[in-house]
Structures are given as C-alpha cells and as structure tokens.
C-alpha cells in the first residue's frame, strides 16, 4: 500500500513558476509509474505528465509541453512536477498517483491503471 502526498500549490500569477512535490512511502517506489493529474471544477480528471519507474520515459499533454518538466528520484521517493510560465487554463487541483507496472520502462496516461492517489493540492492561476 503506498500513500502519497502532495505539496507546493497555490495562488500565482499567470508568468509565474511553481513547483509540486509528491512524497510516497509505505512501498518500493521504484516499483511504480507516477503520473500527475489534474482536474478542474466540472471537468475530468486529465493526465499531466507521467514518468516511468526508471525515470527514463516521460510524457506531456500538449499544452503543458515545454512548460512543464516531471521528475523523480527514487533514493528520496519523491516526484516532482516544475510549472514554468504558468496560464490561468492551468488552475486546477493536481494530484500524483501511482501505477503498478511491472516494466521499467512503461507508462500509462489514463487515470484507470493508476491504484493509489494522493490528497490533491490547489494551484490557481490568476490572469
């Protein structure tokens, strides 16, 4: 059972930089995909980034590529998720999630193979 909590949200201006953080125990971590997701008010759950247990292979939605940069370190068990020229289309709350994949070099995009979910943490970007 892993659990996960995020960090690093809140109120910026749209320009601005912030940075989440995503610190997991209670299981290997290595063992896992991560993924950040988001989800605004009445909208779904949509995938962020992703990155592979091996931190080799990473993933973007289109309108946060070149903007935003995933990462993880597996000696800390943490992910993390650097916003960079941050867009008021950016508010919503970002979650990090784990999936369970047994090879090191896969990653999901759907929120559904993704078992475990942190708490979510806020990040509002003002005009």
């Known amino acids: 059972q892993v659990q996960l909590v995020e960090s690093g949200g809140g109120l910026v201006q749209a320009g601005d930089s912030l940075r989440l953080s995503c610190a997991a125990s209670?299981?290997?971590?290595?063992?896992?995909?991560m993924g950040w997701f988001r989800q605004a008010p009445g909208k779904e759950r949509e995938v962020v980034a992703a990155?592979?247990?091996?931190?080799?292979?990473?993933y973007y939605r289109a309108s946060v590529k070149g903007r935003f940069t995933i990462s993880r370190d597996n000696a800390r068990n943490t992910v993390n998720l650097q916003m960079n020229s941050l867009e008021p289309e950016d508010t919503a709350v970002y979650f990090c999630?784990?999936?369970?994949?047994?090879?090191?070099?896969?990653?999901?995009?759907?929120?559904?193979?993704?078992?475990?979910w942190g708490q979510g943490t806020q990040v509002t970007v003002s005009a």
């Open positions: 999630a784990a999936d369970p994949v047994s090879m090191t070099w896969v990653l999901n995009t759907s929120p559904s193979n993704y078992d475990y």
């Open positions: 209670g299981g290997t971590f290595s063992n896992y995909a």
């Open positions: 990155i592979s247990r091996s931190g080799g292979q990473t």
